[in-house]
């Protein structure tokens, strides 16, 4: 669009000011849409007869606001903020007024209690000594309290099978980077966390999807997909997959790790919503423990801001993958590493992993209260729900609008592998809300939007 041009005449703003604030209100209103060019800084300048530094500064502004970005060699286009991925670096920060349901956040108000912690650790002799370099991967503390968060997470596992990681993310990273090659496919649920996506982008992988059903990854189309095409791994979240929550039977976890068998691929089993149906089937790395790779976190069931998770690894691997965490951070960082183990050592993080399903449980039944005549994916004690939209809207646009009435939700698009096609729904992030008076606002919101219907301009032809 390069006809657009801002109506700063009346502002008493500085011009550049004046500039940004145009764009953001002409977004908030639609006369600038997702995709739409600004045009070019030279030509602007000339029509409001102002430097193009002035120009340049105001879309600066613009950009920084969030409204817009710049791509080499198309200028600076409006972003289409509710199709992109949830990007970790664009959280809802302070002085806003979005309630963030779009983030997969485990419930921040149930964190454990890190001043008690901080006050233990002052008392604990040598406490110093996590100041410095050190070998967590050889620590037999360290180890033990991995394999026992790895056992309670479900999979009977012993402290030597144990490396750390810095996070579920980098336990992939870490898995996938010293395993595959450049190129080497992946085979994935059709609809899976954004996180693979990045982890697949560093490492120049190919992701293929997987068709799902209601109970998740269909065997048969993973069998055909092996026919057809050479791939190294599987990726999966057995247990509450993210977006859809769904939980896969005993006899599809059985019929996946058939397949995985006899293609010889990699199985990577994150596993970080465990906590959230603690009697879900044995997990696949029991079945296959020869390729397993059971990744139990603590980001969701504990705090996110810790970055520690483990992962049980069959032995050809363990080496590599210590190698991998070595080369992509020396060592997991001392400091939050000893609270894990404190945390899992008292019993700390198992209270927490309880307390924040009880409170999960009790969001759900808010949502059934406030979304129940919709038609929604979850599971009683999940983070999320993953709303399918009436037949006008589009999630994109859905998404554009639960966020200019103040509520961030992530439209599916976000999850799905390239090359599958996303269903019309939203992923509401339950634990998101600071508590369940803000919950309710934040869906009765969203429930507003679904009884207003849809705008004309959104209606499917
Ligand atoms: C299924 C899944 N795996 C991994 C992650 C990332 O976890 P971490 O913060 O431990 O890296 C997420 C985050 O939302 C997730 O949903």
């Known amino acids: 669009m390069t006809t657009w041009i801002p109506d700063v005449g009346a502002s008493t703003d500085p011009i550049y000011l004046a500039i940004a604030k145009a764009i953001m209100a002409d977004v908030a209103t639609g006369r600038l849409k997702p995709g739409d060019r600004l045009p070019p800084q030279r030509e602007l300048a000339r029509e409001l007869n102002v430097s193009i530094g002035t120009v340049t500064r105001g879309y600066i502004e613009a950009a920084r606001r969030g409204v817009t970005r710049g791509k080499s060699g198309r200028g600076t286009i409006v972003r289409d903020t509710a199709a992109e991925r949830p990007d970790s670096r ?25 001043s008690k912690a901080f006050a233990g650790l002052a008392h604990q002799e040598g406490v110093s000594r996590l100041l410095r370099y050190q070998a967590p991967q050889e620590d037999p503390r360290y ?19 144990v490396v ?7 336990a992939v990273m870490v898995t996938l980077g010293a395993l595959t090659e ?22 120049r992988l190919r992701v293929q999807g997987i068709v799902m059903d209601d109970v998740g990854m269909r065997p048969d189309a993973l069998l055909a997909a092996c026919r057809q095409r050479n791939g190294q791994a599987l990726y ?6 993210n977006p859809t929550s769904a939980i896969l039977t005993a006899e599809r976890r059985r019929e996946l790790a058939e397949v995985a068998r006899e293609y010889d691929l990699l199985v990577i089993e ?35 801001g810790l970055r520690v998770a483990y992962v049980a690894a069959p032995p050809f691997a363990r080496d590599k993958l210590k190698d991998a965490v070595a080369a992509s951070l020396v060592m997991v960082s001392p400091l939050p590493l000893e609270l894990a183990t404190m945390w899992i ?42 709303l399918d939209l009436p037949q006008e809207w589009k999630a994109g646009e859905f998404a554009n609008e639960a966020r200019r ?21 939203v992923r509401i992030s339950l634990g998101g809300a600071e508590n369940r008076p803000q919950l309710r606002d934040a869906l009765k919101v969203i429930a507003k939007i679904l009884a207003d219907g849809a705008p004309c301009r959104c209606t499917r032809m």
């Open 90 to 114: 664009l959280r809802v920060g302070p002085g806003t007024e979005l309630v963030d349901l779009g983030t997969n956040l485990p419930i921040h108000g149930e964190h454990p209690d890190l």
């Open 143 to 161: 180890l033990a309290a991995g394999g026992k968060w790895i056992r309670e997470s479900g999979l009977n596992v012993d402290p030597g099978s």
């Open 164 to 170: 750390i990681a810095a996070g579920a993310q980098h």
């Open 182 to 203: 450049p190129g080497d496919l992946v085979f994935a649920d059709e609809l899976t966390c954004p996180a693979l996506f990045e982890v697949a982008q560093l490492l």
């Open 236 to 241: 999966c979240m057995p247990t509450v997959q």
């Open 270 to 304: 994150d596993e970080v919503h465990r906590h959230l149906a603690p009697d879900a089937p044995q997990p696949i790395s029991e079945i296959v423990p020869e390729r397993g790779f059971f990744i139990a976190g603590l980001s969701k069931a504990v705090a996110p």
């Open 345 to 386: 050592e008292d019993g700390t993080a198992s209270r927490t992993a309880d307390r924040k399903r009880a409170e999960a449980e009790a969001r759900q039944l808010i949502a059934r209260e406030i979304l129940g005549s919709y038609s929604y994916r979850a599971f009683a004690t999940a983070y999320n729900i993953l």
């Open 405 to 425: 009435r103040g509520v961030a939700i992530a439209p599916a698009a976000a999850f799905a592998v390239p090359g599958c096609q996303p269903p019309e729904a």
